[in-house]
């Protein structure tokens, strides 16, 4: 059974690119969070999706950050000019419907280096 | 406002021994309450959760959580720690009346062999 699928797993380009982050939820879960890790601010929430329609994204930093989901089995998270604070590793997880008592399950990660 | 706090940074304890990682949280409603584990260059999995029922719930790994409505409290702990146990441990708590999930900022478990 497939878990939550990132990619790429690693990405490192210059500040100023455009930058995009995939994520393929478990088959089934109909709930999608984008999260953030960095050892200053710890793991951020930053947009989460219900039934493929954001529901909050509160914790999206700046304008520079949006994110789809096209259908229940892709999103993307992309950051549009990349800056070097935008570093982090970015997670994405899944679950059944977020007002549910089900626990999310988290891909492996994408560390994003911008130089 | 709803939060999760994990007061210590680091916990160190020696192999065979028991352990506790500490979890307080502040919500304004019931609680739902989880625990994650976090190796290296991997995303966090889930270990346990409390919803309601009994106060002492078991997860994977042989960690078990005791809920203390009283003190707010949620702690992990297991009763014979291993080397494999080293991670970074993080509490989340879940508002049910307005629905945000908060994580904590994690604690870094080294057992010592």
């Known amino acids: 059974d497939a878990g939550v699928i990132q990619s790429p797993r690693h990405e490192v380009t210059e500040m100023g690119q455009e930058v995009t982050l995939r994520c393929k939820p478990i088959?089934?879960?109909?709930?999608l969070f984008w999260y953030r890790q960095t050892m200053m601010r710890g793991l951020e929430l930053l947009i989460y999706?219900?039934?493929?329609?954001?529901?909050?994204d509160s914790g999206m930093p700046e304008d520079r950050f949006s994110a789809k989901m096209p259908n229940a089995s892709f999103s993307t998270l992309k950051i549009q000019p990349s800056e070097p604070r935008d570093s982090a590793v970015y997670f994405c997880a899944s679950s059944f419907i977020h007002g549910s008592n089900q626990p999310q399950h988290f891909g492996d990660g994408t560390r994003l280096s911008i130089l | 406002a709803q939060s999760v706090a994990q007061p210590e940074d680091q916990v160190n304890v020696a192999e065979g021994n028991p352990l506790t990682v500490k979890c307080t949280y502040s919500v304004s409603g019931n609680p739902y309450l989880f625990w994650y584990v976090q190796y290296p260059n991997r995303g966090l999995q889930f270990l346990l959760k409390y919803i309601t029922g009994d106060n002492l719930v078991k997860g994977s790994y042989g960690f078990e959580a005791e809920f203390n409505k009283s003190q707010t409290s949620f702690h992990l702990k297991k009763p014979s720690a291993l080397v494999s146990d080293s991670a970074l441990y993080f509490c989340a708590v879940r508002d049910m009346r307005d629905d945000k999930i908060i994580f904590g900022k994690g604690t870094r478990l080294h057992i010592l062999p």
């Open positions: 999706f219900n039934n493929n329609v954001p529901i909050d």
């Open positions: 088959s089934g879960h109909n709930s």
